[in-house]
T-cell receptor, first 115, second 110 residues
Framework: GENVEQHPSTLSVQEGDSAVIKCTYS??????FPWYKQELGKRPQLIID?????GEKKDQRIAVTLNKTAKHFSLHITETQPEDSAVYFC??????????????FGKGTHLIIQP | DVKVTQSSRYLVKRTGEKVFLECVQD?????MFWYRQDPGLGLRLIYF???????EKGDIPEGYSVSREKKERFSLILESASTNQTSMYLC?????????FGPGTRLTVT
């Protein structure tokens, strides 16, 4: 089955600086890679995702890059703000027309934005 | 707005009890999932279902079973609860690509 490794487990950055979280996956058949943000006491929510036919995707201060050859993908947050403090999870799955078999998650990164 | 609800936010059960966790969705989606979340381990897939009466094992199905008698309802069953099943349980439904999560049930087994 799929295995997803995520690093670092904790990341502390100064407000306004950039943050990068990296993930690797093992199953070359995986074609869908979402990133979830989970604030304390709340449910995970999708913040950005990328499919394997795309190398990069941006949404305002958030971007995700995918390197299929190396089987790794990264989340980039620029101009970090206090509200970016949360736990971030990467995930991977094979998504077909009928749906996905369930997400395989990384273990999470606790992002701390220092004022 | 997508609505995924879970029957309880907090639950305390005793070792050996049979435990039912309920998940209900109002979006008529076929695919539903149960995950457990533990500190330092992320979210791990227990079971999922593509349709009524269908179920598939995830990565950690041991000690659990599921039931899907109606499309909108997906139940996770702990046949005989044990202390190592103390965890946060999250239900999710599959949208077009995105999975939407319920608020979670924090289960403590004593």
């Amino acid at each position: 089955g799929e295995n997803v490794e995520q690093h670092p487990s904790t990341l502390s950055v100064q407000e306004g600086d950039s943050a990068v979280i990296k993930c690797t996956y093992s199953d070359s058949a995986s074609n869908y890679f979402p990133w979830y943000k989970q604030e304390l006491g709340k449910r995970p929510q999708l913040i950005i995702d990328i499919r394997s036919n795309v190398g990069e995707k941006k949404d305002q201060r958030i971007a995700v890059t995918l390197n299929k050859t190396a089987k790794h993908f990264s989340l980039h947050i620029t101009e970090t703000q206090p509200e970016d403090s949360a736990v971030y999870f990467c995930a991977a799955t094979l998504y077909s027309g009928g749906g996905a078999d369930g997400l395989t998650f990384g273990k999470g990164t606790h992002l701390i934005i220092q004022p | 707005d997508v609505k995924v609800t879970q029957s309880s936010r907090y639950l305390v059960k005793r070792t050996g009890e049979k435990v039912f966790l309920e998940c209900v969705q109002d979006m008529d989606h076929e695919n539903m999932f149960w995950y457990r979340q533990d500190p330092g381990l992320g979210l791990r897939l227990i079971y999922f279902s593509y349709d009524v009466k269908m179920k598939e094992k995830g990565d950690i199905p041991e000690g659990y079973s599921v039931s899907r008698e109606k499309k909108e309802r997906f139940s996770l069953i702990l046949e005989s609860a044990s202390t190592n099943q103390t965890s946060m349980y999250l239900c999710a439904i599959q949208g077009f690509h995105e999975q939407y999560f319920g608020p979670g049930t924090r289960l403590t087994v004593t």
